[in-house]
Structures are given as C-alpha cells and as structure tokens.
C-alpha cells in the first residue's frame, strides 16, 4: 500500500472514531442546547468528510 492510500483509510478511520464518539457521547452529555446544536453542526460536518473520505478510499482500493 502506498503513502497515499493509508493517507486516506487512516484519516477516514480517524473520522469514523471522532463521529462515534460525538454521537454516542458528547451530544448526549452536552450542557446545555447550545453546546448539542454546536456538537450536532460537527456530527453533521464528519458525516460530510466520511462520505468524501469514502469515495476517495474506493478509488485506492
């Protein structure tokens, strides 16, 4: 596997463990609906990256 490709499968792994966590933690135990809508807009953002990330993955593959 070259450089550029474990770029990509590193950096959407990366992505797929900060959107776990974020979902599973950090908007349920947000303070208050500020903080969740902010940690919303960033789930929202990762999903976003992932499914670039993705596409980009399948062109390594």
Not at 15 to 18: D, I, P, R, T
């Given at each position: 596997m070259n450089n550029h490709d474990f770029n990509v499968i590193n950096q959407l792994t990366q992505?797929?463990?900060?959107l776990w966590r974020i979902e599973n933690h950090y908007i349920k135990e947000a303070r208050d609906d500020a903080e969740r809508a902010h940690w919303e807009t960033i789930r929202d953002h990762k999903k976003e990256t992932i499914a670039k990330l993705l596409e980009m993955a399948k062109q390594c593959l």
């Open positions: 992505e797929q463990k900060s």
